[in-house]
């Protein structure tokens, strides 16, 4: 369960740098994930995967895309912020590392609330690609650093 948490964290980090470094095309992409989590809007978030995303947990796109789903019906609200945020670029593939701090309420549904975390601290490293005029993600890896349960 952790590690599609993770999955969804992935989607909920965008730096504030990306908001004053709005040119870099690999930071608004992160920017434009962090909306569309704020949004809670599954689609946007969607559009923002690579035809070929696949994870250790994800063999595809929509596998990834259902877990974000997932987590946006589970969560009653989600906010994360993040550090120390590195970027390599190459012409044909980014790599983003940083860490989450991740905090949120499970829905009060059945025993819901007692098994989804509700912080958590998750290192991240994600590679985007340029695919139809920008940059998307193309794939997520990450460890839960640490996390704690309960009220």
Known sequence: ??????????????????????????????????????ARDADAAGKLLAAAYSDAEHADRNAAL???????????????SFSGLEVERKPDVARAVFTAAFDGSPRKLGSLDGFLPRTAKVRFEMNLVPEDGRWKVAWAGWRLEDRQEGP
């Open 1 to 38: 369960m952790t590690r599609r948490l993770a999955l969804l964290l992935v989607l909920l980090l965008a730096p504030a740098a990306a908001c004053r470094k709005g040119g870099d095309p690999v930071l608004r992409t992160i920017h434009d994930l962090e909306t569309a989590v704020d």
């Open 66 to 80: 259902l877990t974000i789903r997932r987590y946006f019906t589970a969560y009653e609200s989600i906010s994360a």
